[in-house]
């Protein structure tokens, strides 16, 4: 599965984002996806996981409440809504894919990683 994230940028704190993660090459349906974080000096983490068929979602306790995973199977994207954005969410998003819900929501390994997105938050 190939991953092409995108919709990253700069927005002031309190605003919105949309982010889109585009995948080829496989089932789309056959896959979990998840969004990743990683700032600037810190290690990656987990933010967000989808089920195949978008039943089930599971946050991080920092953006729960806040963010919002979805998926369109029949356009082969998920994607993740940022409402409420903190300078504290400035971080390269990235998504993955992989066959087990639960291996996303436990922070991997992953069978696949997109190439990541730049969200700044300003104050």
């Known amino acids: 599965v190939q991953l092409q994230a995108s919709g990253g940028g700069l927005v002031q704190a309190g605003g919105s984002l949309r982010l889109s993660c585009a995948a080829s090459?496989?089932?789309?349906?056959?896959?979990?996806m998840g969004w990743f974080r990683q700032a600037p000096g810190k290690e990656r983490e987990f933010v967000a996981v989808i089920s195949r068929l978008g039943t089930q979602t599971y946050y991080s306790s920092s953006v729960k409440g806040r963010f919002t995973c979805s998926r369109d199977n029949a356009k082969n994207t998920v994607y993740l809504q940022m409402n409420s954005l903190k300078p504290e969410d400035t971080a390269v998003y990235y998504c993955a894919a992989d066959a087990s819900y639960r291996t996303i929501s436990e922070g991997g390994p992953m069978d696949y990683w997109g190439k990541g997105t730049l969200v700044t938050v300003s104050s």
């Open positions: 090459g496989r089932t789309f349906s056959d896959y979990a």
